[in-house]
């Protein structure tokens, strides 16, 4: 039954005898859109389009390398024994909160040295990052990875998805849940709450965009995470982004509260940058 399916190639084309995977594709279109959206925010309030652009120069690389090490490290029996799959990306395996981490690290030192306010930069990027990763999640689609359970063709036809999406839903015998499609929904609604609250004036404070990302995401991921098939444990029963989820909803919304306390903390708003 699969071969009749529709089923996707995961590499969209080859050029010069390379193979170009829709992973990949997804990926940087993402991070182009999202360096787009965060120059033009960057702008507006007061900083310089070319921070945007120098950061990723840095961040990109060691955010990606971060992701990497993350998923590496909680997957290390299965690399271990296969070395040479460390560096295949283009296979996936990249972990976004590997990928945060890495990049907030590298953003401190980085607002540092060019006396940057780091909260503000924050709020600046999160919206398009979550944005980001809502177009990053088809490359999984693509990928075949990250799904859920098994389940059936008619549960898939009430959620009326289009029916490439339920085709390429046929993994491994069966068909499963979309996670991948729940987390890019989610993200999408998140990315336009953000932005709708960043507008309201003298509403939010700095910091408080990214603290509302981070919550958001978080909740999302915690519930979605339960349904994939493919998560990473620690100590084999307990799953790192559930966990992990749950310390940064729990952090981010305390952290709000307790930032709050302070009369003298700005609102988000232009001209907070320096």
Same mark, same amino acid.
């Given at each position: 039954?699969?071969?009749?399916?529709?089923q996707?190639?995961?590499?969209?084309?080859?050029?010069?005898? #390379?193979?170009?995977h829709?992973? *990949?594709?997804?990926?940087?279109?993402?991070?182009?859109? *999202?360096?787009?959206?965060?120059?033009?925010?960057a702008?507006?309030?007061?900083?310089?389009?070319?921070d945007?652009?120098?950061?990723?120069?840095?961040?990109l690389?060691?955010?990606?390398?971060g992701?990497?090490?993350?998923?590496v490290?909680?997957? @290390?029996?299965?690399?271990?024994?296969?070395?040479?799959?460390?560096? *295949?990306?283009?296979?996936?395996?990249?972990?976004?909160?590997?990928?945060?981490?890495?990049?907030?690290?590298?953003?401190?030192?980085?607002?540092?040295?060019?006396?940057?306010?780091?909260?503000?930069?924050l709020?600046?990027?999160?919206?398009?990052?979550?944005?980001?990763?809502?177009?990053?999640?088809?490359?999984?689609?693509?990928?075949?990875?990250?799904?859920?359970?098994?389940?059936?063709?008619?549960?898939?036809?009430?959620?009326?998805?289009?029916?490439?999406?339920?085709d390429?839903?046929?993994?491994?015998? *069966?068909?499963?849940?979309?996670?991948?499609?729940?987390? /890019? !929904?989610?993200?999408?609604?998140?990315?336009?709450?953000?932005?709708?609250?960043?507008?309201?004036?003298?509403?939010?404070?700095?910091?408080?965009?990214?603290?509302?990302? !981070?919550? @958001?995401?978080?909740?999302?991921?915690?519930?979605?995470?339960?349904?994939?098939?493919? /998560? #990473?444990?620690?100590f084999?029963a307990?799953?790192?982004?559930?966990?992990? /989820?749950?310390?940064?909803?729990?952090?981010?919304?305390?952290?709000? @509260?307790?930032?709050?306390? /302070?009369?003298? #903390?700005?609102?988000?708003?232009?001209?907070?940058?320096?």
């Amino acid at each position: 039954m699969e071969n009749m399916l529709a089923q996707i190639d995961p590499i969209a084309f080859r050029l010069f005898g #390379l193979q170009i995977h829709w992973y *990949a594709i997804f990926i940087v279109s993402g991070i182009a859109i *999202a360096v787009y959206l965060s120059s033009k925010e960057a702008v507006r309030v007061g900083m310089k389009e070319d921070d945007v652009i120098d950061f990723i120069f840095w961040g990109l690389p060691i955010a990606i390398i971060g992701a990497r090490l993350y998923y590496v490290i909680f997957e @290390w029996r299965y690399y271990m024994e296969n070395p040479g799959e460390i560096i *295949a990306i283009w296979h996936g395996g990249l972990a976004i909160y590997g990928g945060l981490i890495a990049g907030i690290i590298t953003l401190f030192f980085f607002t540092r040295s060019r006396f940057i306010n780091m909260w503000t930069f924050l709020d600046i990027a999160a919206p398009s990052v979550i944005l980001a990763q809502a177009i990053g999640r088809w490359g999984n689609f693509m990928n075949h990875e990250a799904y859920g359970p098994v389940t059936t063709e008619a549960f898939l036809e009430k959620l009326h998805l289009p029916r490439f999406i339920i085709d390429n839903m046929y993994i491994d015998g *069966a068909y499963r849940q979309p996670t991948f499609l729940y987390e /890019s !929904v989610w993200n999408v609604l998140g990315f336009v709450v953000l932005i709708l609250l960043r507008r309201k004036q003298d509403f939010l404070k700095q910091g408080e965009v990214f603290l509302l990302y !981070v919550a @958001w995401y978080s909740l999302g991921r915690f519930f979605i995470e339960g349904l994939r098939t493919d /998560s #990473l444990y620690l100590f084999g029963a307990i799953r790192v982004s559930q966990l992990l /989820s749950a310390v940064l909803f729990i952090g981010s919304l305390g952290l709000i @509260w307790w930032r709050r306390r /302070s009369d003298k #903390l700005p609102f988000y708003r232009r001209d907070l940058a320096k």
